[in-house]
């Protein structure tokens, strides 16, 4: 039975009949599901934990929490219809990045300080470090895993795959290391003196791109053959690729690099940018938004112009690794945590005539599939499908004609 989950922020809307007309309360959130007034506030639903999120509302984007159930998970990627997230000797997995399976395999599991997971042809590979080695293991499902490949005195940071090449990016004796491989088991590592360790690869519009301490940026086309290049005053940590470019961040004092073809680099200094210059780690694509994380949560559709949609609230809490996948970003949080960065939906509502309830789906992902159904109290387990449909975007008319055979009802929209 494929399990259903709400469409983020696609808030209760209870419809309730007297006297000959409508009166609906709403949107409603859960749980409690007290009766907001207005745009809300607080995005939802939520569940338990120790720690309130501070959010700004921004249009257009909801952040739901969520928990993978694993403590420890380090890095995260979404391939072929499964989000993977590895670390701390355990594995989890995810069809829709909200409910979570854990996985702890006594043999073939997987070691080390994990830095980097991609997913290659058949397989994904997840780099790390293991001492002063480091360490390679390929997996065709995310739960068991290969015997560690050791690689001598290099130390990972990141991996990448395409066009039938893992590559793996970090540092050896204080210079960039790139390892290459083309099955996973044999690898070949080249050095650049001169050039800084290396934090982070990405591979898109024909180009491998890896970034680095003292502003080293790598490009190659096959892997293999590499242009070596500094970006003075900055020590990149993160690079992404989406919508035909390349997004950098240099987490210290808020340098924001962009390129179209990982090559010639537009660097915008902190002068530039928002007085609260985004400084994050890792970064990631998908639909149109790159998200970046740590120390808080920002969006941006374009790579210079970035908003915050979520304040660190305390020191201990940390992003550790986010990824794109079934129309929603994954953001893990040390401990277990997830944050789940979707679009925003919200169901309104008109009295038709005749009786009838019109509602209206504004927002989240055009194109989606999705079910509009209906409860007759909440909390609710026993929600009833009453249609399908295909989200148009913007607004996307529903109707329920059945709304005055009950005294009061409850409706959600959600997705497969």
Known sequence: MKTLKPLAHSAVVAAVWLGGGWRVFGPVMGPPYQPLVGTPTMIGPWTSGPVPLRTQVVPGVAIIRSSTGAPGLERITCANGLFLAVGGGVTATSQDGFHWAVHTVTNNAIVGWIKGVAAGTNNFAAVGNLGTNGVVQLSPDGVVWSQPVMLPSVQLGGVAYANGTYVAVGQSGGVSAVVTSSDGVHWNTRTFAGSGPLRAVTTGGGAFVAVGDAGTILTSANGLDWLTQVVPRTNISSVAYGNGLFVANEPYFGYGLTSTNGTNWVVTPPSGRPSSAPQWYSVAYGNGLFVGI??????????????????????????????????????????????????????????????????????????????????????????????TFTNQGSVTPLHDPGATNYPRRFYRVAMP
């Not at 309104?348 to 999705?370: E, R, V």
């Open 294 to 387: 740590d120390p808080n949560v920002d969006v941006s559709t374009n790579g210079v112009d970035w908003t915050t949609i979520w304040l660190h609230p305390r020191a201990e809490i940390y992003l550790t690794g986010v990824a794109y996948g079934a129309g929603t970003f994954d953001i893990l949080v040390d401990g277990g945590g997830l944050f789940n960065v979707s679009p925003r939906a919200f169901l309104g509502w008109n009295a038709g005539t005749n009786g009838l309830l019109d509602l209206t789906l504004t927002g989240g992902w055009a194109g989606q599939s999705c079910r509009l159904q209906a409860a007759t109290n909440l909390p609710a387990s026993n929600w009833v499908d009453l249609l």
